[in-house]
């Protein structure tokens, strides 16, 4: 009870003589310390969103355009051509003030709404410059002398030094593509995947489409493009993530890895600390809007609104819709080990914990002794399970007393941290076997030992390995990877550890324990837990998973053969899909549209028919020349595609958008129906790397990622993400399902890596053969 009784500020009792007031210094100390530090956060946010208010001007410049009328006046000169002396007329001050003052007064304030309009006209002239996107197709090397003034003009409208929100009232609105050019790029997209009476028929529904609803449903969208933000990016969230019913674990949450080849040290508790660390400081700097704003080209930026709900936030389920709600600036992350959760603070007058802190605090709780109380160990199935029980779960059991209080405790933590009693990574004497298991473990674990409804929970494993767990619809994965990219190093390189491998500084050793949450789970409850958990544990044992690097050659072959990498891994995919079904399938690969504001992803549709066109030539037979060339072809049409769903010209989110305006009308499309309804066999996506200047891939390419994965889309067909890492490596990580007779993880990436070879030896002839090892992995799994 010392804990509690520490928490208490103030105690009183009513004797004989009166009321007895005892105060607890250290307790009014903690409330003070954290009030401090409370207001200084709002300082900074006020001073923050100043900033960014004016952004591309500065606040200073304020200063400077004041000073600058002011002494033109002072030279007889009236550069408001008599605004000044209109004012001053209409100027409600003192008959006090005199003429001199009131002049000064009427130039101050001209000198302010002069400063507004240039602000107003930077951004306005910077909105439409950020609207050009003729220089994404140029070819590279090759830049326009129109794209050549544009950048110089982007440099010179973005001002100096912004913060990572600065440019978002900058950003132009996605635009909503003509009806015309969306139905004719879906009928392009189809025709390699139809039979002539099928495409007839599909043409025929498109154009009924385009000539009568269409146009209809096309005037409300536009409406709504011109009052919101982005007319896609809050029904894609919406509709797309927090309405789904299913479980999200597996069908939603995706993972993130740590370093293949190296474990910075095998103590747990020491690991968590640099790891949770990390994460305070990259919240730091998340608050403060440290974080450099993504640009592309070093001129052109991207949406970072995906950013505000990165901590402090959770998943709420509904029983129609879920909600994500956001809390600001919680002091503790809760901890869940062997069956109990832990709430654990994170800061101690007013300054976060040092790393050996957080170590001292873990290791408290991993040699806790008690056991759970009934029904608390699985409790975390609740949100591995349908969404609609827990819901009603959560509203009959979790509404009241202390199960209210626990359950708010892990629902405002700033993240949540799983102690797992599990060894994870690459090791043993079947590294690759190591390896699927410890990506099933972190795409869903037991079931219940992750808290899935949260932004991200963090999982340390007892031989000190880590990953992490995103939830999907507060943010894409860019936007998670980014800070797990931080985390990754500066745990290795900026913190590191001690030579027996514990975090550095010193303990305080007046630190209170970390406090145990309480449950009180009646027995109906405890049941629907279990039904939650059956339900889960029958979806992740379906989960057939595979990840492998590939070492043979990377991205830099790959450019010396003059070919886009992410084309030439598209096309990989599609040939391997080819040789492992007999046959092509509609591909989803994600892009992002963040050059908009709000802006989040697009579908590119990967199987072209110039894609097609290349596959049955090479799997036909035909010349090398021939092959090289439609390989070519089909990689150019690739990147096409894709920058047409960077800059908003893509298919779906137009066509899903549609949709939803029919249902609000009540309307009904059979093109629209049939289009939504089209399963992607083959789900894809690239995982960039962001902060390169963070890792020594020279002197430490070691250091490295293996990247992320996510569960499989359709249940007769393959999840696919890959990341390119330095010049000589491309990790996979493929996902499917046991329960389906025709996929197999393990059989498809053997394809995978054949017809990465195979396409090598088209481009390049005259490469190396691959090694050994990889032949007789690609045979093993073939």
């Known amino acids: 009870m010392a804990e509690a009784h520490q928490a208490v500020a103030f105690q009183f009792t009513v004797t004989p003589e009166g009321i007895d007031l005892q105060l607890s210094h250290q307790a009014l100390t903690e409330i003070y310390l954290s009030g401090l530090r409370s207001w200084k956060k709002k300082l900074i946010r006020l001073k923050n969103g100043v900033i960014t208010g004016v952004y591309p001007a500065s606040p200073s410049s304020w200063l400077f355009v004041v000073i600058a009328i002011l002494a033109t006046m002072y030279m007889r000169s009236d550069p408001s051509m008599g605004l000044i002396a209109k004012i001053q007329e209409h100027l409600p001050v003192s008959q006090s ?10 130039a101050v304030l001209f000198s302010t709404l002069l400063w507004f ?91 009924q489409f385009e000539s009568s609803l269409g146009n209809r449903l096309q005037w409300y969208l536009k409406l709504k493009a011109l009052w919101a933000s982005n007319y896609v990016s809050d029904w894609w969230e919406e509709y797309i993530y927090l309405r789904g019913r299913s479980p999200i674990m597996v069908n939603s949450n995706y993972y993130g890895m740590d370093f293949l080849y190296v474990t910075p040290t095998p103590i747990q508790a020491a690991r968590a600390g640099n790891t949770l660390h990390a994460f305070l400081m990259y919240r730091r700097k998340l608050n403060r809007e440290e974080l450099k704003p993504w640009l592309l080209m070093s001129s052109v930026p991207c949406c970072s609104y995906q950013f505000e709900r990165m901590f402090d936030s959770c998943r709420i389920p509904g029983t129609i819709t879920d909600t994500v709600q956001h809390w600001q600036d919680s002091d503790y992350v809760a901890v869940y080990h062997r069956g109990r959760y832990f709430r654990l603070r994170m800061y101690s007058s007013s300054r976060p914990l040092s790393p050996r802190e957080i170590e001292s605090q873990l290791q408290r709780i991993l040699e806790d002794p008690s056991p759970p109380s009934p029904g ?18 959560r509203k009959e059991y ?15 933590a700033a993240f949540f941290v799983t102690l797992d009693d599990d060894e994870q990574g690459m090791m043993g004497e079947d590294p690759a076997a190591s390896l699927d298991r410890y990506a099933k473990s972190l795409l869903h674990g037991k079931c219940y030992d992750r808290w899935f409804d949260k932004s991200f929970s963090v999982v340390i494993y007892k031989n000190g390995k880590i990953g992490l767990n995103a939830e999907h619809s507060w943010a894409d994965a860019p936007v998670v990877a980014h800070l797990w990219e931080y985390v990754l190093a500066t745990d290795s390189f900026q913190l590191g550890y001690n030579e027996e491998g514990h975090c550095k500084g010193e303990v305080d050793a007046s630190l209170p324990r970390p406090q145990r949450l309480s449950w009180d789970i009646t027995p109906e409850c405890q049941e629907q837990i279990s039904q939650s958990l059956a339900v889960a544990q029958a979806l992740a044992d379906d989960v057939d998973f595979h990840v492998f690097s590939f070492r043979d050659f990377g991205k830099g072959m790959i450019k010396k053969c003059r070919i886009s990498p992410d084309a030439y891994i598209q096309l990989a995919l599609q040939l391997a899909y080819y040789r492992d079904r007999g046959m092509f399938c509609l591909t989803y690969e994600a892009s992002m549209t963040r050059l908009f504001r709000e802006g989040r992803t697009e579908t590119v549709r990967s199987c072209s028919n110039e894609s097609c066109a290349f596959i049955k030539a090479l799997e036909g037979g035909e010349g090398v020349e021939v092959c090289r060339r439609l390989l070519r072809h089909a990689s150019e049409k690739h990147q096409n595609l894709y920058k047409h769903a960077m800059t908003g010209a893509g298919i779906d989110r137009h066509l899903f958008c549609l949709y939803v305006v029919s249902k609000h009308l009540g309307v009904d499309s059979p093109f629209l129906k049939e289009v939504l309804s089209e399963p992607w066999h083959l789900s894809t996506s690239q995982t960039p790397v962001q902060q390169v200047e963070l890792f020594d891939m020279v002197n430490h390419p070691e250091y490295i990622s293996c990247g992320g994965g996510f569960g499989p889309v359709a249940d007769d067909g393959y999840g696919v993400s890959y990341i390119i890492m330095g010049e000589n490596m491309m990790n996979f990580h493929i996902s499917c399902k046991h329960s389906c007779p025709q996929t197999s993880s393990h059989k498809y990436g053997g394809q995978i890596r054949q017809a990465l070879l195979d396409m090598l030896q088209l481009l390049c002839p005259d490469q190396r053969e691959p090694s050994r090892s990889d032949q007789s992995q690609t045979k093993k799994d073939l």
């Not at 969306?182 to 392009?188: F, S």
């Open 117 to 207: 309009s240039l602000i107003f006209t930077m951004r306005m002239c910077l909105k439409q410059l950020l609207s050009y996107h003729r220089w994404m197709f140029e070819q590279r090397g090759k830049m326009s002398n129109t794209t050549k003034v544009w950048v110089a003009l982007v440099r010179i409208f973005s001002g100096r030094q912004p913060l990572l929100y600065s440019y978002q009232g900058s950003l132009p609105n996605q635009p909503v593509p003509a009806v015309k050019d969306t139905v004719k790029r879906y009928l392009e997209s189809v025709r390699p995947l139809t039979t002539p009476d099928e495409f007839e028929r599909m043409t025929s529904l498109a154009t």
């Open 97 to 106: 003030l005199s003429a001199q003052c009131q002049t000064v007064v009427s």
């Open 376 to 393: 608390e160990e699985k409790l975390g199935a609740l949100t591995a399970g349908d969404r609609i029980p827990w819901a009603k779960a």
């Open 398 to 412: 979790f509404s009241l007393g202390v199960n209210k209080r626990s359950l708010d405790c892990i629902e405002k």
